[in-house]
């Protein structure tokens, strides 16, 4: 397949293209800058509305990760403002642009998040849950609703609402890594939040599914079937880096270091089930905790 893909040095872009690359995918990286290396890129700049129609005519799908990390410091307006318009803008331009085409792709993967549920307590989670409230849904909203041109054009849309993800190279799991290895590790607030998570590696195999299941298409819950309490991933995590992990934040300490952030990433709880991933029948390769934290740390 013909493959163009944005937000490619991301924490999911980089081992995407890896795994496509070795499938022998003619692989083409949507940057803003180009570099001097022979890989394949086509040059774009989202924040001045700049994406050449004749650069993305012909590709196969079209797989758009790219995005301001929610995580990169606290959220100022302007912190705020960069995550929304990086989302938002970006699958705007792209959506359009293909939807533009003469030859437009079969299919569109553009990244989402769970965080389009709100904290929800207890509350099991299906794509067919209403939003909550709150700045990232609000943000997940306008991002899904951005991929529209592209659905409507025919080009089968596969939004996946990613739940945390495991990697040992960056994301929650590698901030968390340095504390816990420490044995100053704990649980945030009550605890009692629900995690969803997933491995990298069911990531991109979800990804790859994406590309020739046509069943999937619209929201797709990117997590395992067995969404954690913060008290049990704390607990699992200490387990498997052989560490205590006694050292509790509280949630006024939270919300004191990150402000709103910590309302809505690490306090908020979603119990989220990948319902429209088992109807399409992905097996999933890391379904559980332990497992899972024991093959992405190699423990």
Same mark, same amino acid.
């Given at each position: 397949?013909?493959?163009?893909?944005?937000?490619?040095?991301?924490?999911?872009?980089?081992?995407?293209?890896?795994?496509?690359?070795?499938?022998?995918?003619? =692989?083409?990286?949507?940057?803003?800058?180009?570099?001097?290396?022979?890989?394949?890129?086509?040059?774009?700049?989202?924040? /001045?509305?700049?994406?050449?129609?004749? /650069?993305?005519?012909?590709?196969?799908?079209?797989?758009?990760?790219?995005?301001?990390?929610?995580?990169?410091?606290?959220? &100022?307006?302007?912190?705020? $403002?960069?995550?929304?318009?990086?989302?938002?803008?970006?699958?705007?331009?792209?959506?359009?642009?293909? $939807?533009?085409?003469?030859?437009?792709?079969?299919?569109?993967?553009?990244?989402?998040?769970?965080?389009?549920?709100?904290?929800?307590?207890? #509350?099991?989670?299906?794509?067919?849950?209403?939003?909550?409230?709150?700045?990232?849904?609000?943000?997940?909203?306008?991002? #899904?609703?951005?991929? #529209?041109?592209?659905?409507?054009?025919?080009?089968? &849309?596969?939004? +996946?609402?990613?739940?945390?993800?495991?990697? *040992?190279?960056?994301?929650?799991?590698?901030?968390?890594?340095?504390?816990?290895?420490?044995?100053?590790?704990?649980?945030?607030?009550?605890?009692?939040?629900?995690?969803?998570?997933?491995?990298? /590696?069911? =990531?991109?195999?979800?990804?790859?599914?994406?590309?020739?299941?046509? %069943?999937?298409?619209?929201?797709?819950?990117?997590?395992?079937?067995?969404?954690?309490?913060?008290?049990?991933?704390?607990?699992?995590?200490?387990?498997?880096?052989?560490? +205590? &992990?006694?050292? *509790?934040? *509280?949630?006024?300490?939270?919300? +004191?270091?990150?402000?709103?952030?910590? /309302?809505?990433?690490?306090? $908020? %709880?979603?119990?989220?089930?990948? $319902?429209?991933?088992?109807?399409?029948?992905?097996?999933?390769?890391? *379904?559980?905790?332990?497992?899972?934290?024991?093959?992405?740390?190699?423990?």
């Amino acid at each position: 397949m013909k493959l163009l893909i944005s937000g490619s040095t991301g924490l999911v872009g980089s081992t995407l293209v890896q795994a496509v690359a070795a499938n022998k995918d003619d =692989v083409y990286r949507l940057v803003r800058k180009k570099n001097d290396s022979s890989e394949k890129t086509v040059l774009w700049n989202p924040s /001045d509305g700049q994406l050449n129609p004749a /650069d993305i005519e012909g590709f196969d799908a079209v797989i758009h990760l790219a995005g301001e990390s929610i995580a990169a410091g606290r959220w &100022t307006d302007q912190q705020k $403002a960069k995550i929304r318009d990086s989302r938002v803008n970006g699958t705007t331009l792209l959506s359009k642009t293909l $939807a533009s085409l003469k030859q437009p792709p079969k299919v569109l993967v553009s990244a989402s998040a769970i965080g389009i549920y709100g904290d929800r307590g207890d #509350e099991l989670l299906n794509e067919n849950s209403k939003p909550g409230t709150g700045f990232l849904v609000d943000v997940c909203r306008e991002w #899904e609703a951005a991929a #529209e041109p592209a659905e409507q054009r025919g080009i089968r &849309t596969v939004k +996946l609402r990613f739940g945390m993800i495991l990697s *040992p190279t960056g994301g929650a799991l590698g901030k968390m890594l340095t504390p816990f290895r420490m044995g100053v590790g704990g649980i945030i607030g009550s605890g009692n939040q629900y995690i969803s998570w997933i491995t990298i /590696d069911d =990531v991109v195999g979800i990804i790859q599914e994406s590309l020739k299941n046509d %069943s999937l298409k619209g929201p797709v819950n990117t997590v395992t079937p067995n969404p954690v309490t913060n008290r049990e991933f704390t607990k699992t995590l200490g387990k498997v880096l052989g560490r +205590l &992990t006694i050292f *509790p934040v *509280p949630s006024f300490g939270a919300r +004191l270091a990150f402000g709103q952030m910590a /309302d809505e990433l690490l306090l $908020a %709880s979603q119990r989220v089930e990948p $319902a429209r991933l088992k109807s399409a029948g992905y097996q999933f390769r890391f *379904p559980n905790l332990e497992g899972a934290l024991r093959h992405v740390l190699n423990k």
